[in-house]
């Protein structure tokens, strides 16, 4: 794969980078990114992005390094930066989307920080949000005006247990009420792949 596709990696998302990079045959994009003693940040590609497709790859989550929002921030000026370089297409793959759990107000005059995030997104020029396995679909793409992709994990996890399982017992538990329609998806799925049925499960929980 050639052309004017360019892919790019901040911060601890670079090996993962790397290694996408390399099935795509392609190298990956050189930044440069600062730390300054004041706390703040510069990002910037060092090659030419003019009229290219540019990926940038990086997870919002929260690591011993970086919080969610340090993340955030370093991940939309760097898109900014791109934007400004010239590129022709900005897509952000964000594996985990940070804030995405609160996509409605549970009590009065609370944040909708959902949609806040997808403005900010929207602000830097971003032109595509792809994340994977997101809190509630609906309220994900109802948050972003730009063009928006829903990736699922479905199969890989089932590709993953499913021969470590082997014929011992199992269940799938769902963490909370909202997650058992999610939880039976799954639990469905490795049961054909099984061919045996396995249990299922729900915490209940209380705040």
């Known amino acids: 794969m050639t052309g004017n596709l360019k892919l790019f990696a901040p911060g601890a998302s670079r090996p993962l980078g790397e290694r996408v990079a390399d099935i795509l045959g392609i190298p990956l994009g050189a930044l440069e990114e600062r730390d300054f003693e004041d706390g703040e940040h510069k990002a910037r590609p060092l090659e030419s992005v003019r009229g290219a497709d540019v990926y940038v790859l990086h997870s919002l989550h929260a690591d011993a390094e970086q919080s969610v929002n340090d993340k955030l921030v370093r991940l939309l000026f760097l898109i900014g930066a791109l934007r400004d370089a010239g590129a022709e297409r900005v897509t952000a793959l964000v594996s985990y989307l940070c804030y995405a759990r609160k996509e409605r107000k549970t009590k009065s005059r609370d944040p909708v920080t959902t949609r806040y995030v997808a403005a900010l997104f929207e602000a830097v020029g971003v032109d595509r949000v792809v994340t994977l396995d997101v809190h509630s679909l609906a309220a994900f793409q109802n948050a972003f005006r730009c063009r928006t992709e829903h990736l699922e994990s479905t199969r890989l996890f ?20 909202g997650g058992v329609k999610r939880a039976d998806g799954f639990r469905e799925a490795l049961e054909r792949r099984l061919e045996r049925p396995l249990a299922s499960a729900f915490m209940h929980k209380k705040r």
Do not use: K, M, N, T
């Open 158 to 177: 089932i590709e993953h247990f499913a021969p470590r399982l082997g014929d011992r017992e199992a269940a799938v538990v769902s963490p909370d009420v």
